[in-house]
């Protein structure tokens, strides 16, 4: 795996420009297995399934789930259709939203004729331009790290991590992940605390596989670790992504990002969120009362999947029987706990005020999610 590398696209046009290949990160870190989409309904499941994950890779998936449904029928109806299906695959990431809209406002001009090619080539436009904001919010990063570094005197720089914002969240680079590969690239002294994220276990399956093949020192810890690292000065920085940002700089992000937040905010730890624009959900003011949580299957906390000493990959149940349990997959950390964004354009503070000096084009009220 090298910096920004084809061979780990999560997402890209095959058999001709005709379907959509996917890597299913159900398999993962077990296997690593690609998967066709050809039809809308395949996208939509992907998405519900979490095949495919992480807010920009949500957006992207749905972008090339319009394009397959125009293959299907590119009636003006057979757009609408596309757009309801897979508008209620997942409800947190705001990026899903702004790809939809994307599309439509694209497509809904053009001859019926003529949208599939034209939406192919616009998912494929706005997954180029996902990474070329991942590798700028890598730049942008990398000076946080390497202040870092100098205050660490040649010791290994410690970042906490939460869940997966790495490449595979995204097309490629990742948000939360770009600044690191760029540090660990540029010889600097770096390792990573892995939050396992219950109950999916994105860090401990996703990010720490990522990490592992990118040959960035890293150690999974369980969730409720974090805390007494930073009591104990061994996180310099915490870097997490995002999935909806208000424009007052509220944070959705997976369940447990606030927790890890406030043990930052206690021990004086600075805790930025890395976010592409498409993050930011302009029409929204307060994260905690306004944000849609997802909440997902209780299947997903009572059982859970590994590789038995066979070598096969077994799922096992681990709550008493007829427990009940309820599993909500993100939450929000209000502005205040937060230190600074790290956007494509620069780092700002998380308040409108910053999040306006880098995107004043928003400035006026109630606009649409930017995407
Ligand atoms: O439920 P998931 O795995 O889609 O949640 C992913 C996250 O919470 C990520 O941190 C977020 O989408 C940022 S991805 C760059």
Redesign the pocket.
């Known amino acids: 795996m090298t910096l920004a590398d084809p061979a780990w696209r999560t997402i890209r046009p095959t058999e001709g420009g005709l379907a959509v290949e996917i890597i299913d990160q159900t398999e993962l870190p077990f296997r690593l297995v690609r998967r066709v989409l050809r039809t809308l309904e395949q996208a939509a499941e992907a998405i519900v399934t979490?095949r495919v994950?992480?807010?920009?890779?949500?957006g992207a998936t749905a972008a090339y789930g319009v394009a397959l449904a125009m293959r299907e029928d590119s009636s003006d109806a057979g757009l609408q259709r596309a757009r309801a299906c897979l508008a209620q695959t997942?409800p947190t990431?705001v990026n899903l939203q702004g790809a939809l809209d994307r599309m439509v406002r694209v497509l809904a001009p053009l001859a019926p004729s003529a949208r599939f090619d034209a939406a192919m080539a616009e998912a494929g436009r706005l997954c180029e331009e996902d990474v070329a904001i991942c590798r700028r919010i890598g730049e942008h990063g990398l000076g946080l790290i390497e202040a870092a570094a100098r205050r660490r005197a040649g010791a290994p720089v410690q970042i906490l991590t939460?869940?997966?914002?790495?490449r595979l969240?995204?097309i490629d680079w990742?948000?939360?992940t770009a600044p690191i590969y760029l540090a660990h690239a540029r010889g600097i002294p770096l390792h990573v605390w892995v939050d396992e994220t219950r109950p999916?276990n994105?860090g401990a399956a996703i990010t720490a596989f990522e990490l592992g093949h990118a040959g960035v020192p890293h150690t999974v810890i369980a969730d409720n670790v974090g805390g007494h690292l930073m009591q104990h000065g061994e996180v310099d920085l915490c870097l997490?992504?995002?999935?909806r940002v208000t424009r007052r700089g509220d944070v959705a992000?997976?369940i447990g990002?606030y927790l890890k937040a406030l043990a930052a905010f206690d021990n004086g730890v600075p805790f930025y969120v890395?976010?592409p624009s498409t993050?930011v959900d302009w029409t929204l003011e307060d994260g905690v009362r306004e944000i849609p949580i997802?909440r997902r299957d209780g299947a997903e906390l009572t059982h859970i999947r590994g590789v038995g000493a066979d070598g096969r990959i077994h799922e096992v149940r681990i709550v008493p029987e007829g427990s009940p349990a309820a599993n909500w997959?993100?939450d929000v950390t209000p502005a205040r706990y937060i230190t600074g964004f790290v956007t494509e354009r620069g780092v700002c503070e998380a308040s409108e005020s910053g999040l306006l000096r880098l995107f004043p084009e928003h400035a006026g009220r109630g606009g649409a999610a930017s995407g």
């Open positions: 979490m994950r992480g807010a920009p890779l949500i997942r990431a939460h869940c997966n914002a790495g969240a995204c990742g948000t939360a999916r994105q997490v992504g995002a999935d992000n997976k990002t890395a976010l993050t997802e997959a993100f």
